[in-house]
């Protein structure tokens, strides 16, 4: 059974820093495109980034390029998020994500598995 566990949300002021980490298990990483997405209350789900099989291929969504890094661990089987100069508008529940496919199909949402969610709170 596939699991993605999300960990390192919570609250911080504007312009500071968070790392979200995405464990996962059940599923050999290095065979996935991994990243995260958020939802923020009353609004759809968005890309935040994706990495590709290969950790050189990355891709963000224009409102997060220069302010998070992803990274993976294929050892560890754990993608992780670095968040810098957080926003309020940053404010969201954060979604981990796999999918087999491609880094264009994962930015579409279409992804095979899902995480819970952790909650990330940016106050102003």
């Known amino acids: 059974q596939v699991q993605l566990v999300e960990s390192g949300g919570g609250l911080v002021q504007a312009g500071g820093s968070l790392r979200l980490s995405c464990a996962a298990s059940?599923?050999?990483?290095?065979?996935?495109?991994m990243g995260w997405f958020r939802q923020a209350p009353g609004k759809a789900r968005e890309f935040v980034a994706a990495?590709?099989?290969?950790?050189?291929?990355?891709g963000y969504a224009d409102s997060v390029k220069g302010r998070f890094t992803i990274s993976r661990d294929n050892a560890k089987n754990t993608v992780y998020l670095q968040m810098s100069s957080l926003k309020p508008d940053d404010t969201a529940v954060y979604f981990c994500a796999a999918d087999q496919n491609t880094v264009t199909e994962f930015v579409r949402g279409n992804c095979d598995y899902w995480g819970q969610g952790t909650q990330v709170t940016v106050s102003s």
């Open positions: 990495i590709g099989r290969r950790a050189w291929n990355t």
């Open positions: 059940g599923l050999t990483l290095s065979s996935y495109v």
